[in-house]
């Protein structure tokens, strides 16, 4: 159930039709801001939510440790550097695209694979526990609010 779950996660993210903000106000025609609701720091594309959000850095931080220890195994004390924002953004939506690991044994490849799905499962778990909080947090002040007026025209 849950393998099933990250490998649709992963899939959505692939094919850039999971549901962020950014996307949502692409097809909204201006009537849904871009920016991220639960930093509110800057606009919530994917690379915003799989790197950047600081809201989410504490589930993030787990994943990428054993992210970055597989890629430090790949750089071998190399030249290359695996390590960067872009190479990161495609480790994670699709490591079997990259040249860079064409010459990696296919565990190596699953390895990654599964840290990965690992993470963008646990980013997405933690981002919906926090959409969820604030959502009902403005139900209770809608709702309080609209008691207190009853009572008061009451
Ligand atoms: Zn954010």
Known sequence: M???CCYLI?????FYTYTLQS??????????????????????TIEHFLLDCISLSDARQRYMEK????????????????I????????????SALDLLSNQPIEKLLDIERETQ???????MKRTK??????GQQYIKVHNT???KNNFTG
Do not use: M
């Open 84 to 95: 960067n924002d872009g190479l990161l953004l495609e480790f994670i939506l699709d490591c």
């Open 10 to 14: 992963v899939q959505k993210f692939t």
């Open 2 to 4: 849950k393998w099933t």
């Open 118 to 124: 690992d993470l963008c499962y646990h980013l997405h």
């Open 130 to 135: 926090l959409l969820c909080k604030t959502i």
């Open 23 to 44: 996307t949502r106000a692409k097809f909204s025609r201006n009537t849904i801001q871009p920016y991220c609701k639960l930093c509110k720091e800057s606009d919530e």
């Open 67 to 82: 992210l970055f220890k597989i890629l430090r195994e790949i750089e071998g004390g190399g030249t290359i550097d695996v």
């Open 146 to 148: 609209s008691c207190q």
